[in-house]
Structures are given as structure tokens and as C-alpha cells.
């Protein structure tokens, strides 16, 4: 199994910025999609970023244009920066592969983004 350790998150203004960081036990180079989701109260877990080893990078159109997806292979870490936070952005974040694969990659404890009007 690779563990997924997600940091960064915390309580900022709305119109904040935060970068959260996703740091994996093992490689992911063998992981061609990496995501990032995040589980409101109350909601299902969604997905709201992804990118290719290659690369490729797609968004869900409620944070389009203000978060960015990145990736280092050679740190086993994946990257969100997230700006122009709202208030809606509050929840948990986390990493995982996509789509996940929880008996390779279960599911890490998250990071909490609180974003305060």
C-alpha cells in the first residue's frame, strides 16, 4: 500500500490563499492520475482537480480558474494551490489516485480548509 499524507490546510479569509500538499509513502510515478477531492458537512466526497503524469490537468468547474494541480514525481508529492478561496470551498481535502483504488491507496486523513466570510 502507499500512504497519503495531505497538510496544509487551515482557516483563512475569504479571497485567501492556501497550497496544500499531498506527500505519499511510495513512488507514484505508476500512478498516471492523481486528484484531489474534498468532502463538505453533510456532501459526498467530489472530485475537484486531477493531472496526468503527462501532465494534464482537469477541474471541476466550481474552482476553475483558482486552484492549480501540481505534481514532483521525484518527491512522491502532489500539490493544490488554491486562491480567491469562498466560503464554499470549506472542507476536507484529500489526495488519492483517480478514480481511487482504496486497497492500494486508502484514503489519508485529510486536510481541513476553513474559509471564513
Known amino acids: 500500500q502507499v500512504q497519503l499524507v495531505e497538510s496544509g490546510g487551515g482557516l483563512v479569509q475569504a479571497g485567501g490563499s492556501l497550497r496544500l500538499s499531498c506527500a505519499a509513502s511510495?513512488?507514484?510515478?505508476?500512478?498516471?492520475?492523481m486528484g484531489w477531492y474534498r468532502q463538505a458537512p453533510g456532501k459526498q466526497r467530489e472530485l475537484v482537480a486531477r493531472i496526468t503524469n503527462g501532465g494534464s490537468t482537469n477541474y471541476d468547474d466550481s474552482v476553475k480558474g483558482r486552484f492549480t494541480i501540481s505534481r514532483d514525481n521525484a518527491k512522491n508529492t502532489v500539490y493544490l494551490q488554491m486562491n480567491s478561496l469562498k466560503p464554499e470551498d470549506t472542507a476536507v481535502y484529500y489526495c488519492?489516485?483517480?478514480?481511487?483504488?482504496?486497497?492500494?491507496?486508502?484514503w489519508g486523513q485529510g486536510t481541513q480548509v476553513t474559509v471564513s466570510s
Open positions: 488519492n489516485r483517480v478514480p481511487p483504488k482504496i486497497t492500494i491507496t486508502p
Open positions: 511510495g513512488s507514484i510515478f505508476s500512478i498516471n492520475t
